[in-house]
């Protein structure tokens, strides 16, 4: 189904937009509640992030929750969930309560805006994307990843609580909407490939959630942090999206 001033969506059930807000907050406040903060540098996006550092020193990460791309000590996180929060702050990053609709920044406040599994959460992306256009100060560099394809959705989309899936001619129509050039791209995302694992994983996490946040916090996210593949990038598009799930995304804002 398709809502207005949004991309292809597939939804399991209509919701109002602050519905759709109060249930992802829900869900991610008990996520993050018991989840411990992975560092960046634990993840394979620290090689790109590192890259850009010393050219990009005003930095912006949305809703990072305790998977953060970015560095904590010069960053500053806007996230809904206080535990994501509470957390942050207690390592010494800058964290401030706001979604990605409202951000309290001025104009061309960053030169580096990181919004990685964040716009198909929302149901006006338009607005979120523009949002994020808006603090990153012209020639910012903007970093996104979504889901691809809305004839993949699945039950986890359901579970994490996305809005929508793209269709890539889709997307890349509202980011050139917005002032924004793909200049890298590469195939992303740890969504399961198992029907089974996932339904296996949301029974635990529902009768049994304190022994599956050990499981997860101590074996399977240290697990996942050692064998995840690198990111190969492609300059531009990637070339064929029709195997990938979830595209991750290096824009260049170049205009108002």
Do not use: K
């Amino acid at each position: 189904m398709s809502t207005p001033g949004s991309m292809s969506v597939a939804t399991r059930a209509p919701l109002s937009p602050s519905g759709l807000r109060e249930r992802n907050r829900a869900f991610y406040d008990r996520l993050w509640d018991t989840a411990r903060l992975v560092r960046p540098e634990r993840l394979n996006t620290w090689p790109l992030i590192r890259s850009l550092l010393a050219m990009h020193p005003r930095r912006l990460e949305v809703a990072p929750g305790l998977r953060p791309r970015l560095p904590l000590d010069g960053t500053v996180f806007v996230d809904l969930s206080r535990p994501a929060l509470h957390q942050l702050a207690r390592r010494g990053a800058r964290a401030l309560q706001s979604e990605i609709a409202r951000l309290p920044f001025a104009e061309g406040t960053f030169d580096l805006v990181c919004a990685l599994d964040v716009l198909e959460h929302i149901e006006n992306d338009r607005a979120g994307l523009g949002e994020l256009c808006r603090v990153g100060a012209p020639g910012a560099v903007l970093l996104l990843s979504v889901p691809l394809h809305p004839a993949h959705w699945t039950a986890f989309d359901d579970w994490v609580g996305h809005w929508r899936r793209y269709e890539p001619a889709e997307l890349l129509r509202l980011l050139q909407s917005h002032g924004l050039r793909v200049r890298q791209s590469a195939a992303y995302g740890m969504q399961p490939r198992s029907s089974r694992l996932l339904d296996y994983g949301r029974w635990w996490l529902t009768h049994h959630p304190q022994h599956a946040m050990w499981w997860y916090n101590r074996v399977l996210m240290p697990l996942g942090a050692l064998f995840q593949r690198p990111l190969a990038f492609s300059p531009g598009w990637v070339d064929n999206t029709l195997d990938v799930d979830e595209v991750i995304l290096v824009c260049t804002r170049e205009q108002a």
